[in-house]
């Protein structure tokens, strides 16, 4: 597995995760239209305080989602948020995700000379919580009834990692 940096030309199949509702129940909202979901990625590529990869399988050269990290504070070295999307489901439960918050993480810490990396999960997000839980992070704090998801609010988990754990 690759990351490369997020482009337009990724357009369709963001749009296509964005769109299914087995992929955005996960990110806490509802499916994008195809404007929202590319108003969604034309943000992140105009965001000067984040980078966005495309997750791609080496072997058949094809993007199965994205990582980031945004709200990057330089004079703190904190990024506030580190995200990750396996747009397609058939690509989850394989390892792809926790490979490329391992290859983002390494970026953060190694390339940008961040000190700390956070992020927010769902808290019925338990693949993606046992994946962070492994890479080291560690559970700061809990906003309680957060998130209105599915006709009710659920939990969202704070973790962080330092650069020496």
Same mark, same amino acid.
């Given at each position: 597995?690759?990351?490369?940096q997020?482009?337009? #030309?990724?357009?369709?199949?963001?749009?296509?995760w964005? #769109?299914?509702?087995?992929?955005?129940?996960?990110?806490?909202m509802?499916?994008?239209?195809?404007?929202?979901a590319?108003?969604?990625?034309? #943000?992140?590529?105009?965001?000067?305080?984040?980078?966005?990869?495309?997750?791609?399988?080496?072997?058949?050269?094809?993007l199965?989602?994205y990582?980031?990290?945004?709200?990057?504070?330089?004079?703190?070295k *904190?990024?506030?948020?580190?995200?990750?999307?396996i747009?397609?489901?058939?690509?989850?439960?394989?390892?792809?995700?926790?490979?490329?918050?391992?290859?983002?993480?390494?970026?953060?810490?190694? *390339?940008?000379g961040?000190?700390?990396?956070?992020?927010? *999960?769902l808290?019925?997000n338990k693949?993606?919580?046992?994946?962070?839980?492994?890479?080291?992070? *560690?559970?700061?704090?809990?906003?309680?009834?957060?998130r209105?998801?599915n006709?009710?609010?659920?939990?969202?988990?704070?973790?962080?990692k330092?650069?020496?754990?």
């Amino acid at each position: 597995m690759t990351l490369r940096q997020l482009t337009i #030309s990724d357009l369709e199949p963001f749009t296509r995760w964005h #769109s299914n509702e087995e992929v955005t129940h996960f990110l806490g909202m509802k499916p994008l239209s195809n404007e929202s979901a590319r108003n969604l990625l034309e #943000s992140y590529l105009d965001d000067r305080n984040g980078i966005y990869f495309g997750i791609l399988v080496k072997d058949e050269c094809k993007l199965i989602g994205y990582t980031y990290l945004s709200n990057i504070l330089t004079s703190h070295k *904190v990024a506030r948020e580190l995200g990750i999307v396996i747009g397609n489901p058939m690509y989850w439960n394989q390892g792809y995700g926790t490979e490329a918050s391992r290859l983002i993480i390494d970026y953060g810490f190694n *390339v940008l000379g961040l000190h700390r990396i956070e992020l927010f *999960v769902l808290d019925f997000n338990k693949r993606a919580r046992r994946v962070y839980e492994k890479l080291g992070f *560690v559970v700061e704090g809990i906003q309680r009834k957060a998130r209105w998801v599915n006709n009710e609010w659920q939990d969202v988990i704070m973790m962080a990692k330092l650069e020496n754990e």
